[in-house]
Each structure stands twice: as C-alpha cells, then as structure tokens.
C-alpha cells in the first residue's frame, strides 16, 4: 500500500506545505529540526489532528480532503504509530498492550493472544510478556511498542523518532534489530528521526524538512 | 581520584509575618473539619451512652422499637436491625441504579458532545444537587410512585420466584425499590460530577495512542478512560453513598417504615435509620431521644467505616493505573 500526502499541516508559524508518497517496502526517513513538522505528519497520517488542506490519500482511498470534507477515521485507517515517548498502558502487562491493538479491531482473544505471542518473539521479549511497562527497561518499553504497532499488520508504519528515548546501548541493539524487522514489513514506512544515523542504518530514501 | 562528601548544610529559612498568619488559617481551616467531627462523634458517644449500657449488643441486633407505656407495664425496647439493614438495602440499590447513569453521563458530556452543549448540559445537571430533598420527596410521592409500583409489579410478575422480589402482600407503594430510585436521581449530580472530573483527565497521550493502533472511541475509551477513572467513579459513587445514608425526608417520604427486618426489596416495608430519627424525633421521650441518638451514632460509625473502605478502594484502584 501506497501512502500520497499533498497539502499544509500545521498552523500559524509551524503552518507547512508538503508533497511526499511512499511505496509499498519503502522506508521514508524525515529528518530535520524541531518545530519542523516530523511528527505532526505522523500524527496527520494516523488521523490524530486534521489536514489543514490539500489531500491524503492511500492506494487510491481518499483519508483526508478537507476541501471535500472527506475524513476517514483513525480507526478505519490501516496505519499503526510508534510514538517518541511510547504511549504503553501503565495498567496493562506486555502481552496485553501488544495485543491492545488487535483486539480493538475485534480479533478474538485467543487469536490475538497467539498472534501477539509471535510477534513479542520477533522482538525479543517472549519472556516478558506478564510484566508491567514500568518492570522493564527503555529498551524493552520501545520493544513492546514497535510489537503493538507491527501486530496490527499495519499498511503504513509509522514510527516517530523510535531511537531518541533509549541509552546507548539498547540504542545499539534496537538499530540492529529494526532493519530486520522493517525488511520483512511488506507495507510502506515512514521514520521520523533527528538522526543520521537512523536514516542511514534504515531508511532506502530520506525527506528532509529545513 | 579522591572525593570527599560535602558538610551537611543547615538550611534555615525565616518566615514572614505574613507566612505564619496564612499557615494559622489554613491549618486551623483543616483542623477545624477534625474537629467539628470529633465533636459531633463524642456529643452522640455521650447522649447514646445510656442506651447502649441498657441494652448492650441487642441495640444493633434487634428490630422492634417501642417506647413502652407505664399504664400496660411495658419496659421500652429499642433495636435499629430493621432500619440499619433497610439504610444499606435502600442506599445499596439506589447506587446499582445509578452507576450505569453515573458512567453514561459521565462519558457523554466529555467525550461524546461539544463545549458549548457541554457546559449546558452540566448547568443542569448541577441544578439537580441545588434541588432542595422535599421536592425530590413529592416528587417521588405523587409522580413516581405511581410508575415505579407498576414497574415493581411487572418484576415481581415475572422474577417473583427469585426471594429479595417475593412480596407477602400485593401493594408495591412505598417500598425500598421506590425510594431507591428517589436516591438514585438525588445522587446523580454529585457522582457524575466527581467521576467526570476525573474522567476528563485521563491521559489523553494514552488516548491517542489507541485510536492510533486502530481503535474506536469506545475502545479508547474502554482501555484508557475507564481503568484510570475508576478511582473517581468509586470516589463519585462512594459520596453518592454517604448521601443516601444520610437521606432523611425523601426516603421518609417514599417509604413505609416497618420495625422488622426484611429482604424483599419490592414490598411495602422497609427500613432507614435517618427517617426513623426524622419520623421519632418530635414526640420522643428522653430514653428514646437517647436511642434515636445511639441509632445516629450507629449511621454515624457506617459511614465512617464505608468512606474509610472507599479510600482503600480508590487507593488501591489509582496505584494500579500509574
């Protein structure tokens, strides 16, 4: 699945004129400074705030138009976010936060359970899976998180600065493991980061907005 | 590299006149709460002193209420059984028949309508509590009862084989099921306004990140707003509690007060520790003024005891979704 976003985010001064798409197996890295823009893309794309104009649309499927008033909701759109600062469910084990997603969508408990169950093994938490966010380390946190986001199967992955809140060392590891994980998502991604470094161990094109 | 700790300092800081005369009335502003309760605690403890060293444990236990007479030589017996068990009946189904209204109306005005109706809405709601209980009471009276003996019948019609819906006698009028929604409705404004306050602060980081994984509102709401607002939900419903306890006049006015503990809930008969004092109270001699006190002591530690369980409760309910 494509991803095409023609228009403004943003408003006042942080008000922002756009033209990107990313291919299925792509991974579209956007760097640049803060105030610039990176995340409030994410957070249009997930249907979290509103276009300010022009389109965005998804092989074809108009999300948002807001000269058409044409908006697709958050949940009816086949997109899952990795946010900077993680947004896990304090009250919620691990394997109940990854499986969050899936069971929102109406999949059944013991498919979720299986599914979420593979996908922490993916990632390298299998053992964790009754533990509280707050019992596990950043790293593991970011663990979980690109688990709950890749579970859903998503169309478009989106993943906001997924580096900046770990140390250095689960960041050394987490930058192994991402690119495997991205090279087998069929979908397109779109990574935000304030780091080259980023971009060059994941991204196949990069965006930057100055 | 050698380090050395460094000296503890002495911080002193000196305090304005003005400082210590604020500190004196706020501490005297929360002291005086204590105080005020304390007071009212001992001045019942006193006055019920009496009552309790006549008739011991039997004052809880039992259920008859009877001034006596010295022409038929009849000793006084004093028991509140009957209306404590009908308080904790009466409160108890007024707060089953509130929560879902409770949470419904919550929800409603902060997720699912605009500020302006929003804050319309809320008006009215908040004019519901400034409704004085004897308007409640007639209401209840004329208007409502009417409606809720017939709903009472219907249950008992078809769930009658289930116990607390038997009645001995077909007369549904004044029973604790008509004044506990009386409760319900005196109750609604406080607890929709303590659990959508706290529902209105659920962590809207936490909400964005459900509708971001695929969500609905109601999902979102269900993952995040529910679990973090419990603590305000049981805080809201808990204050609702201590109003129903407490209730005098409208529950005296909707319900037949009957000395004899009973279990069914839809029948005329019923029991309430606060509008047995209301109803007593005028034509009370001194023992049994001295009863109605030990009977107001009685709800008194209840309530207390009720709060302090509500505390652990939302204690318990908050730590678990930090």
Known sequence: MSISLQGTIGRGEFERSLNLSVADGEVLAITGPNGSGKSTIIHTIAALVPLRSGHLESDGAMWDAPDSKQWVAPENRTCAVVFQDLRLFPHMNVIANVSYGLRAQGVSKDEAHSRSTAVLARVGLSLFATRRPSELSGGERQRVALARALVVEPRVLLLDEPLSAVDVVSRAALRELLPEVLGGFAGATILVTHDLSDVEAMATRSLGLF | ?322
Not at chain 2, 9 to 27: E, L, M, N, W, Y
Not at chain 2, 64 to 80: H, I, L, M, N, T
Not at chain 2, 184 to 202: F, G, K, Q
Not at chain 2, 245 to 273: D, H, M, P, Y
């Open chain 2, 1 to 322: 590299m050698q380090t050395t700790a460094p000296e503890r300092r002495q911080i002193t800081a000196v305090s304005r006149p003005s400082d210590k005369a604020f500190q004196g009335v706020v501490t005297a502003g929360a002291l005086s709460a204590f105080v005020v309760l304390a007071l009212i605690a001992g001045f019942l403890f006193l006055r019920s002193t009496e009552v309790f060293r006549t008739f011991g444990f039997d004052f809880i236990t039992r259920s008859k209420w009877d001034a006596g007479s010295v022409e038929d030589a009849r000793a006084p017996q004093f028991g509140v059984a009957a209306m404590l068990l009908g308080s904790i009946i009466v409160s108890t189904m007024a707060m089953i028949f509130a929560l879902p209204f409770v949470m419904g109306t919550s929800l409603f005005l902060e997720y699912y309508i605009s500020r302006r109706i929003r804050f319309v809405l809320v008006s009215i709601l908040d004019l519901m509590a400034a409704i004085p209980s004897i308007i409640y009471g007639l209401w209840g009276y004329l208007v409502l009862m009417p409606y809720a003996s017939h709903w009472a019948a219907s249950i008992n019609k078809y769930l009658g084989w289930i116990p607390i819906f038997a009645v001995d006698r077909e007369n549904f009028d004044a029973s604790p099921f008509v004044a506990s929604l009386v409760l319900c409705l005196m109750i609604l404004p406080i607890a929709s306004s303590v659990t959508r306050e706290v529902y209105s602060r659920a962590p809207q980081d936490q909400i964005t990140a459900a509708y971001a994984l695929g969500a609905s509102r109601w999902g979102a709401i269900r993952a995040v707003v529910l679990p973090f607002g419990l603590s305000g939900l049981v805080g809201g419903m808990l204050l609702g509690l201590g109003r129903a306890l407490g209730e005098t006049i409208a529950v005296l006015l909707t319900l037949n007060l009957v000395f004899a503990v009973k279990f069914q809930v839809l029948a005329s008969a019923g029991g309430n520790v606060a509008s047995l004092i209301a109803s007593r109270f005028g034509e009370a001699g001194p023992l049994e003024l001295k009863a109605l006190m030990a009977a107001g002591l009685v709800l008194f530690v209840l309530t207390l005891l009720v709060n302090f369980g509500a505390s652990i409760i939302v204690g318990r309910a908050s730590r678990s979704t930090k």
